[in-house]
């Protein structure tokens, strides 16, 4: 997003601000007719699974965990304040995950990643991540990209502000202490889901 946006603002999909359009055209300087959130998920999780900038060639690279960790370090020295936090996908998504083979691979970033610093996780199957796909989503207008609302309950979460409103299987603090127990948390919730949604 970062290096698309330095590219110059009339590059779409993205807002003058760099928040990516998702809604309601994918171009709409090309007029291009709505895409129906049901297709759209169908586009995503084809793209990651196929498209070797994503699942198709993915190999964990330390030297990638390296920069997190100079950033982390960074922000340490100069006394900011740190939020870190995994994004919520859909569980459809999550599947994607497991069907191109990389869930272990996943699991060993989660780790890595909390041996660095506490972060959120928003990725299990909970109460947003398993909406039911259809075209009047709540929460999600892709696999990997969601609404508003979920971005202010993800906010609520981690800023510990009006927490009342967030649901409590929606986002998990992990560390080193509790990263194992946090995963099979997953594997069972996901065993749980899968059972229901074998489609």
């Given amino acids: 997003t ?3 946006n330095q590219k110059g603002l009339d590059l779409i999909p993205y807002y003058s601000k760099g928040m990516r359009n998702n809604e309601p055209k994918l171009n709409p300087h ?14 995503d999780i084809s793209n990651y699974l196929n498209n070797s900038a994503f699942y198709n060639a993915y190999r964990f690279d330390s030297n990638l965990l390296q920069e997190y960790k100079n950033l982390v370090e960074f922000c340490k020295r100069k006394n900011i304040e740190l939020k870190v936090f995994i994004s919520p996908e859909s569980a459809a998504q999550l599947e994607a995950i497991r069907a ?6 996943f699991e060993q970033w989660k780790r890595e990643v ?16 398993t909406e039911t ?8 207008v892709d696999g990997t990209h969601y609404r508003k609302e979920v971005g202010d309950l993800i906010l609520n979460r ?7 409103i967030v649901k409590n299987d929606f986002g998990i603090l992990i560390t080193p ?12 919730e996901r065993e749980v889901w899968s059972k229901k949604h074998p489609d």
């Fill in 158 to 164: 981690i800023l510990n502000y009006d927490s009342k």
């Fill in 30 to 43: 090309l007029n291009e007719p709505v895409v129906p959130i049901k297709e759209r998920f169908k586009i």
């Fill in 114 to 129: 909390s041996q660095i610093t506490p972060v959120w996780d928003f990725s299990s199957y909970n109460s947003i991540t």
């Fill in 177 to 188: 202490k509790n990263i194992e127990s946090h995963l099979d948390k997953i594997r069972t």
């Fill in 133 to 140: 796909i259809s075209n009047e989503m709540k929460y999600f």
């Fill in 100 to 105: 191109a083979e990389l869930w272990s691979v």
């Fill in 2 to 4: 970062v290096a698309s």
